[in-house]
Each structure stands twice: as structure tokens, then as C-alpha cells.
């Protein structure tokens, strides 16, 4: 199924990175011919009165949540950016609960075919969004790494897929499928110390799959040498020079455990480039 209509919740601060990370989502999105639609969100939070000395540490370090000054510049970036690529969009915004923010998010992303998610690294707050995005939405999340923005491409002309084997590193495929028959170069990688008959079949399997969607695409592993699998991949796409990452998200299965790894952690933690993921 073509993206048509994708997704853009306006999380970050509005800083630099986070507004240059917003041009290159709605860049994105021209690239796919699709309409894009953003929504930022203020925290209705209550705040107990607290009586504080001005050199009270609790002053300094307290959590700062998005105002409705906040909002507007996000927003106003979005119109921007979406005014300049000449796109279809819509911006607005709301207040809602705290607690309610990641879910009313994932509720907005069951009705695109793709959400963009701008990311921080190592964010907790941004990881709950995303984790609660994949698990209530049904859809797939495109991570766009803050601190990687100067470099990105909106076109995804050198894609890898991070293959385990799973049904969720398979529904992350399908989901891909429109952005993997526009790339250049498709490579299908899995992380393993042996390239044992059963990883070269299924990644084979899944080449001779690929090729009936019009993708050509080469399978190889790449060796973990006792890094963790998340890291391999990072330093795999970084060297290779790929533009976009797809793979499925959280695995419970002791197999994939094992193999796999506390991937997607990694991953959404520190995106090393564009990464689509899909649960």
C-alpha cells in the first residue's frame, strides 16, 4: 500500500535541532507524495504550590513541559516547512493530561499510514512516546535523529533491512515496501558471528520474496565480535553509508533473545540514521 498520509506529532522543545528535524520530516513526506498532518501537544499539568528559596536546587532542575509559546513555534515551523515543499497539510494544537499525552498520540497514528517521529538521544520521555506509538497504533513509526539532522537525506536511496527472522522484522517489511522499491540499494542484514545454513536461507528467502515487489536486494551478516546487536547495526549503517533502517521492534521470544538482543533499545535510544520500525 503507497503512504499517502502520514503523521507528525511535534514532541521536542523548540530548539535548533528540533526544528530542523521537523523540515527534513515534512522533506520527507514531499519526497512520498503524501499529506501530512501535525499535532503539538501542551501538558495540562497541576502544579502543587511549593514555597521555594531562589537557591533552592529543586528550582534549577525542575522539568520544564511545553507551554503554549512552545506549541506556536513548533507549529509555525511545521506551516513553514510545509508551505515551501508545497505540500497538503494540517497543524494544530490541544492541551491535554499528562498522562495522556503518548496515548492520545497513538490514537492520531492509528489514522496514517506513517508516523514521523523526530527523536532525541537517549530521551525517556520521547522512548515512551515511541513505545507507546508501536504498541497502541498499529502502525509504523519513521524515527528522524535529532542529532544527526545536518547529515540526513529525505530520499532513502540506501536502505538496510535488519532481518531476525521474526514476524515483526517481517511486518516491518511490508509495512517499508513502498519506500524499499523507490531505493537504489537494498541490503538485508542479520547480526551473527556464523553464517550458519539456516541464516543464509532465510535470508535468502526473503530476497527471493523481495524481488517478486520489484526490489532487488543482497543478503549478507554482519559479524557481532561481542558487541551488542544494536550497536553492530549502527556501526554497519554508519560505514555503509545508509540513508534509512528497517527492522521490527521488541521481540519476547527466547530465541530472539538471545540472537537478537535488546535491539530496539538501542536503536531508539541513539538512531544512528532514519530508522522505520514497525511492531
Not at 57 to 67: E, F, N
Not at 158 to 166: F, K
Not at 192 to 201: F, L
Request: contains cysteine; hydrophobic residues 45%; charged residues 20%.
Amino acid at each position: 500500500m503507497p503512504i499517502k498520509d502520514v503523521f507528525l506529532p511535534l514532541v521536542g522543545q523548540p530548539c535548533g535541532p528540533a526544528l530542523a528535524a521537523i523540515e527534513k520530516c515534512v522533506a520527507v513526506a514531499a519526497d512520498l507524495g503524501a499529506r501530512i498532518t501535525a499535532l503539538a501537544l501542551e501538558e495540562d499539568i497541576f502544579v502543587r504550590p511549593k514555597v521555594m528559596l531562589p537557591d533552592d536546587p529543586d528550582v534549577a532542575g525542575a522539568p520544564s513541559a511545553l507551554g503554549a509559546s512552545d506549541t506556536q513555534r513548533l507549529l509555525n515551523a511545521f506551516t513553514g516547512a510545509a508551505s515551501r515543499a508545497g505540500l497538503r497539510a494540517q497543524g494544530r494544537s490541544d492541551k491535554v493530561p499528562e498522562d495522556q499525552f503518548a496515548s492520545i498520540l497513538a490514537e492520531h497514528a492509528r489514522f496514517s499510514d506513517l508516523t514521523l517521529l523526530p527523536v532525541r538521544p537517549h530521551d525517556s520521555r520521547t522512548e515512551h512516546v515511541i513505545e507507546t506509538i508501536l504498541f497502541e497504533s498499529g502502525r509504523p513509526l519513521l524515527l528522524c535523529p535529532e542529532q544527526h539532522v545536518d547529515a540526513l537525506r529525505p530520499e532513502f536511496e540506501n536502505v538496510m533491512i535488519a532481518w531476525d527472522h521474526s514476524a515483526r522484522a517481517a511486518r516491518a517489511i511490508g509495512d517499508a515496501l513502498p519506500i524499499l522499491q523507490a531505493a537504489t540499494s537494498v541490503r538485508v542484514v542479520t547480526v551473527a558471528d556464523d553464517k550458519s545454513d539456516a541464516i543464509a536461507q532465510s535470508g535468502n528467502a526473503l530476497v527471493h520474496h523481495l524481488r517478486e515487489h520489484g526490489v532487488c536486494a543482497a543478503f549478507e551478516t554482519a559479524k557481532g565480535n561481542g558487541s551488542s546487536s544494536g550497536k553492530v547495526l549502527g556501526s554497519w549503517a554508519n560505514s555503509n553509508g545508509i540513508d534509512a533502517i528497517v527492522m521490527g521492534a521488541y521481540h519476547h521470544s527466547r530465541l530472539n533473545e538471545i540472537v537478537w538482543g535488546g535491539v530496539t533499545k538501542t536503536v531508539i535510544g541513539q538512531p544512528p540514521c532514519w530508522v522505520m520500525i514497525s511492531h
